[in-house]
């Protein structure tokens, strides 16, 4: 490709992706729009484009400021690089120019500013997140860094990995029936779950269902899956009390801390003694830059909508296979935390299920 036709195409270009940048800048300031991710992208290809275009035209741009170097000191160019520079302006381009200019600043100028203070009359934080993360909302909160995209699966490489049965013997109730017959149960029997039946749950809960993808059973904002699965496990068959986790790819657990942990698990759960007799209590927490690099404000609805979805299933799950279930969203943070090991802010548990044999 010839320079002069690469440069048109460079030019095109610039027109296109400066026109993107103009619209999408209007857009965002008439619907509120905080960060417009299209926009800055777009700003970034034109200011590229607008070097390639530089760099293509180095030797015009070196000519015209040569010539304007050699006016202002009161000499006359030289001959030879008056014939390679390029030719000037015409007062109808500076004409064209000023106008462009003078237009984008009254369009700005024009546009209504739609980034207010904090409505005072907020009645609490839940009502500002609300608003801050409404796209056009009141509500504007600067912040400085989303961060980037972390790892999408954990794992406890030094911890004991004890593989689970693959979850394909599906006996259980037909969806309608695990709905109609869903209730959240806190009598539990004094009997072991079986290995199988652990293996159900925390597969409905967030098992792999399509390989290729690596989709899993509850749907996430983004297949970026936030929500992390911890078995804290009282009686279950050949498998030792203790906090677990669950190693989504590999479908098996990861042991944390071997022991009986009922009791800290019902202290955490503001002493609700029917978590302490559960057979299992799968803790949910969220691992929140997953979505948050890319959801921004939006991120934490769709993580706790998430851990919704998860709790769910497993609600189901555990009534299809004759088993009660019990959401328990009452805690306390800082010590069910210290169960996980999580430090409350980077990944912090969200929701308890408590499944069981029915009494
Ligand atoms: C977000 C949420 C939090 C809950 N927290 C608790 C809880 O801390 N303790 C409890 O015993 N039940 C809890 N539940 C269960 C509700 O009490 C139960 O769903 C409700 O009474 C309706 O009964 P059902 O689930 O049998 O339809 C919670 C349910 C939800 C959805």
């Given at each position: 490709m010839r320079r002069r036709d690469l440069d048109y195409l460079v030019i095109i270009g610039m027109v296109l992706s400066g026109l993107y940048v103009t619209i999408t800048g209007i857009v965002s300031d008439m619907f509120g729009l905080h960060q417009f991710i299209f926009h800055s992208l777009a700003g970034y290809v034109c200011a590229g484009l607008i070097c390639c275009h530089v760099a293509l035209n180095w030797s015009r741009v070196v000519a015209y400021f040569d010539r304007l170097l050699s006016r202002l000191r009161g000499r006359e160019g030289r001959p030879e690089r008056r014939q390679r520079s390029a030719p000037s302006a015409g007062r109808r381009e500076v004409l064209i120019g000023a106008l462009s200019a003078a237009g984008g600043f009254l369009l700005g100028w024009l546009i209504p500013d739609?980034?207010?203070?904090?409505?005072?009359?907020?009645?609490d934080i839940g009502e500002l997140y609300h608003e801050w993360s409404r796209p056009g909302g009141r509500v504007t909160l600067p912040v400085p860094d989303w961060g980037g995209r972390p790892a999408p699966y954990k794992t406890y490489p030094d911890a004991e990995r004890i593989p689970l049965p693959s979850p394909t013997d599906f006996t259980g109730l037909s969806v309608e029936e695990a709905v109609e017959e869903r209730r959240s149960v806190r009598d539990y029997a004094d009997r072991s779950l079986s290995r199988e039946a652990l293996s159900r749950l925390v597969w409905a809960a967030q098992g792999i269902t399509e390989e290729r993808l690596e989709f899993r059973s509850a749907p996430s904002a983004g297949a970026l899956y936030p929500i992390e699965t911890y078995p804290v496990v009282n009686?279950?068959?050949?498998l030792d009390p203790g906090v677990y986790h669950y190693a989504v790819r590999e479908h098996a657990l990861e042991l944390l801390q071997r022991g009986s942990f009922g009791g800290a698990v019902t202290e955490a759960g503001l002493y609700q003694a029917f978590l302490g007799q559960a057979n299992v209590c799968f803790v949910l927490s969220a691992i929140f830059q997953r979505t948050r690099w890319r959801y921004r404000e939006r991120a934490y609805r769709y993580i706790l909508m998430e851990a919704g979805h998860i709790a769910q299933n497993i609600y189901l799950e555990a009534v299809s296979m004759g088993l009660g279930a019990c959401a328990v969203a009452a805690f306390r943070d800082e010590k069910l935390n210290e169960l996980l090991g999580v430090?409350?802010?980077d990944e912090a548990a969200l929701y308890i299920m408590s499944v069981g044999e029915r009494a």
């Open positions: 739609r980034h207010p203070e904090l409505p005072a009359d907020a009645r009686d279950v068959a050949d430090d409350g802010v």
